[in-house]
C-alpha cells in the first residue's frame, strides 16, 4: 500500500473487522497518514451512536449560544459541525501530519470528531467568558450579548421592501459613522444604552426606507452597515462581481476556489465525481491485477460505475 493518506468515515470498529485498521495499515506502511472522521469520535459512550451535526454541536456546548433569548436554540445549517468541525478539521489534521512527516518520516493515526472540532473551531466562546479578557463578551445568557444579536449595533434589521441591512458596528468609531447615517443624537442613543430601547428605534427607522436606499447611504462608508445579500444573487453583487467571486457552470453560479493562491491557484471542477467513479482506476494504481478486480467487482467488495473492459 503506497498511499499517503487514508481517508476513513465509517464508525469505529468498522475497519478493524475488515483488517484494514490503522494497526494493519500503517505496519504496512509506517508512512501513512490513517485520518478517521467521526461524529463522536473513537472512544467515549457515543462513540458507536449515530448522530448527524445538530448533535454533535449540542454535545460540543457551541449549541446552547446560538439563537434568539426568545427563542430555542438555533442550529446553523449544518455548517459548523460537518464542515467546520469536521470536514475542515480534518483536512487541517492531515495537512499538519503530512507537514511533520516531512521531518520524522513516519505517519500517524488522526481522530477527527465533530464534537471537538466544532468546540475547538468555537474556542474563542470560552476563551471570551474568562473573567480576565478585556471585554467580557458572552457573560449574558443566549441572544443577549454583544455578537449574538443581544445588542443593536450587531445584528440585522428589515428594510423597507422586506430586505434586510446587516449592522456590525463594534468600534466607537464605527458607531458614530453608524448614528449619522441614521441621522440619529449619539448622545441620545449611545453604544452602550438601553439594548432594547434602541434595538425598537433603529428596527423603525430602518424599515422606512428600502435595502437601495440604505446602501445609497452606508456603501463606502465606515458604518460597518451592509446588505443581507440572497444566495441566489450573491454574484450579482458589485464587490463578489468586481472580484469575480464566482463561476457559472452554464446552469447556476459557484464560489471560486479559497484562499487565494498567487503561484498555484486552486481550479474549480463543477463536475462532481461520481460514486465508484475511479475504483478500478485506484486499484490498478494499487497493483491489482486484473483477475483480482473483476473478483472484487463480481462479489460486491467494491463498487464501480464505470463498466469494467478488463
Not at 448614528?179 to 428596527?203: M, N, R
Amino acid at each position: 500500500m503506497n498511499a499517503d493518506v487514508l481517508l476513513e468515515p465509517f464508525r469505529p470498529g468498522v475497519m478493524e473487522k475488515f483488517e484494514m485498521g490503522p494497526t494493519e495499515l500503517c505496519k504496512k506502511n509506517p508512512r501513512l497518514i490513517y485520518a478517521r472522521l467521526t461524529g463522536f469520535g473513537q472512544n467515549g459512550p457515543f462513540s458507536k451512536m449515530a448522530g448527524h451535526d445538530i448533535n454533535y454541536i449540542a454535545i460540543s456546548g457551541v449549541l446552547s449560544t446560538l439563537g434568539r433569548s426568545s427563542d430555542t436554540p438555533y442550529h446553523p445549517i449544518n455548517l459548523l459541525g460537518d464542515f467546520a468541525g469536521g470536514g475542515l478539521m480534518c483536512a487541517l489534521g492531515i495537512c499538519l501530519a503530512l507537514l511533520e512527516r516531512q521531518n520524522s518520516g513516519k505517519g500517524q493515526i488522526i481522530d477527527a470528531n465533530m464534537v471537538e472540532g466544532a468546540a475547538y473551531v468555537s474556542s474563542w466562546l470560552w476563551t471570551t467568558r474568562k473573567p480576565d479578557f478585556p471585554v467580557p463578551l458572552w457573560v449574558n445568557s443566549r441572544g443577549k450579548n454583544i455578537l449574538d444579536g443581544g445588542y443593536h449595533f450587531y445584528r440585522t434589521y428589515k428594510t423597507k421592501d422586506d430586505k434586510y441591512m446587516a449592522v456590525g458596528a463594534l468600534e466607537p468609531q464605527f458607531y458614530s459613522a453608524l448614528i449619522k447615517g441614521l441621522k440619529l443624537d449619539e448622545a441620545e442613543y449611545s453604544q452602550f444604552s438601553d439594548p432594547e430601547i434602541c434595538q425598537k428605534k433603529f428596527a423603525e427607522i430602518f424599515a422606512s426606507k428600502t435595502q437601495a436606499e440604505w446602501c445609497e447611504i452606508f456603501n463606502y462608508t465606515d458604518a460597518c452597515v451592509t446588505p443581507v445579500v440572497p444566495l441566489e444573487n450573491a454574484q450579482d453583487h458589485e464587490h463578489n462581481s468586481a472580484n469575480k467571486s464566482f463561476v457559472n457552470d452554464g446552469n447556476a453560479h459557484f464560489p471560486i476556489s479559497a484562499p487565494r493562491l498567487s503561484r498555484t491557484p486552486g481550479q474549480i471542477d463543477l463536475k462532481e465525481p461520481l460514486v465508484g467513479e475511479h475504483t478500478i482506476e485506484i486499484l490498478q494504481e494499487e497493483g491489482f491485477k486484473e483477475s483480482e478486480i473483476e473478483a472484487l467487482l463480481k462479489e460486491e467488495v467494491v463498487y464501480s460505475t464505470i463498466k469494467s473492459s478488463l
